[in-house]
């Protein structure tokens, strides 16, 4: 039986940085980085360069994490390396409130460095979850992590609009100051609510895992290269990783470009930050709804409805003319966007050796991180070629598409069946 407080610890993490994904990488950054630091770069321009700073600290996250997740293994450091990239990029995030109007690359790199080290946090805190939860209980914990974080990133994203909105009742000069100070805070959230994870949560030691120093990275390295011949084998977990790394391509490049989509459309800043509260709030109580749908239904038919209603999203995304249409979007994406995260780690978690989380894990968010490179730059690649971010918009459903149809050849009972296995080893 589970530990309710590591359990509950472990969510709260969530809710921590999920600050940084909402009120930074979704909200405040695209808009500060088109009008402020970057208003003087063309449109298209300003939408190809948001795509690459994000696809870069994706890149870079793809070539550490299963690096990192075999460390994690070999060393018992998952919580220690959860630790060093949060602050890494809590530091990085305090540093976005230094740079003056004007500075885009200067805003970019430390951009990257903050997304790096959020990102590089995630993939300790997604093993973890088989040292809090037990197998039955995968779908509704991993889904009160989405929940927690997106009610949590709301509320502090919707605090930190309020200060741009009526900057002078908070002491500030104008709305950039505000947009600073909840760089600021963003920071402060990020640090506290991550102390009770450090506090609470235990990992399963295992009598293996005795390496230090150089050996450590010996015995990593050692390991990492077995397991990488091990998913060749594992036909399962590698074509569920391909559908992964396909569909959640579309989710993350729907997440981090939607608030540049709309003003390119010409819509108003203030109502795409008011949409993105919208998608906040709904997902909250609806990724809770998708984790009690997995554990009844399966996570596997959960994830199709996620899925192709993601497909209907991006068609009509790429016709819409209207601010209502977008709010009305954004309502549909908060119904599928936190189950389809949530389902997908929960799924994923059965179908891998639980002594080995941290290097599966690894690989599970290298291939995430690896789609994020590819998602942005396609759509700023077809919004630079066309001059229409409508096709950009339209050129990510066949990511969804893929990924659905290699989602439908992994055969889960066999997973399960293998990863015991391999347990037993």
Request: charge should be neutral.
């Amino acid at each position: 039986m589970q530990n309710k407080r590591a359990v509950y610890s472990w969510a709260l993490y969530d809710w921590a940085n999920s600050a940084y994904a909402t009120a930074v990488m979704a909200g405040f950054f695209p808009v500060f980085f088109k009008t402020y630091w970057g208003s003087e770069l063309p449109v298209a321009e300003n939408t190809f360069y948001l795509g690459l700073g994000n696809s870069v600290a994706s890149l870079i996250i793809v070539i550490l994490a299963p690096i990192l997740g075999a460390i994690a293994d070999c060393g018992n450091k998952k919580k220690f390396l959860l630790s060093l990239f949060a602050f890494i990029g809590i530091l990085m995030t305090a540093l976005l409130s230094l740079i003056e109007a004007g500075q885009w690359l200067l805003a970019l790199i430390i951009y990257v460095g903050a997304t790096l080290g959020f990102s590089g946090s995630v993939v300790s805190y997604d093993a973890l979850l088989v040292d809090v939860a037990e197998k039955d209980d995968y779908d509704r914990i991993s889904a009160l992590g989405f929940g927690l974080g997106y009610a949590g990133g709301g509320l502090l994203f919707a605090f930190c609009v309020l200060m741009v909105k009526q900057p002078d009742w908070f002491m500030l000069s104008d709305s950039r100051s505000a947009v600073k100070a909840a760089y600021l805070l963003v920071s402060a959230w990020w640090l506290v609510f991550s102390v009770p994870l450090f506090l609470f949560v235990k990992e399963r030691r295992l009598r293996h895992q005795k390496s230090v120093g150089l050996d450590l990275f010996r015995t990593s390295f050692q390991q990492l290269s077995a397991t990488l011949h091990e998913i060749k084998k594992l036909r399962v977990v590698l074509t569920f990783l391909i559908g992964y790394w396909l569909y959640i391509d579309g989710v993350d490049t729907v997440v981090r470009m939607a608030v540049n989509y709309g003003i390119s459309l010409g819509f108003d800043s203030g109502n795409l930050i008011v949409a993105l509260l919208i998608t906040q709030f709904v997902a909250f109580p609806a990724a809770l709804i998708y984790g009690y749908m997995g554990s009844r239904y399966g996570a596997k038919n959960g994830l199709y409805v996620g899925i192709v209603v993601y497909i209907i999203l991006v068609f009509w995304a790429s016709i819409i003319s209207s601010i209502g249409e977008f709010y009305t979007l954004a309502i549909m994406v908060g119904l599928v966007q936190g189950g389809v995260q949530s389902l997908s780690r929960s799924l994923y978690a059965r179908i891998i050796p639980h002594n080995r989380s941290g290097e599966f894990f690894g690989f599970y968010n290298m291939v995430g991180k690896f789609a994020a490179v590819i998602g942005p730059v396609l759509m700023g690649s077809v919004a630079l070629l066309t001059g229409s971010n409508r096709y950009a918009m339209l050129s990510i459903s066949i990511l969804f598409i893929l990924g659905m149809w290699f989602l439908m050849k992994t055969d889960i009972p066999s997973g399960e069946e293998m990863a015991r296995i391999l347990e037993d080893e």
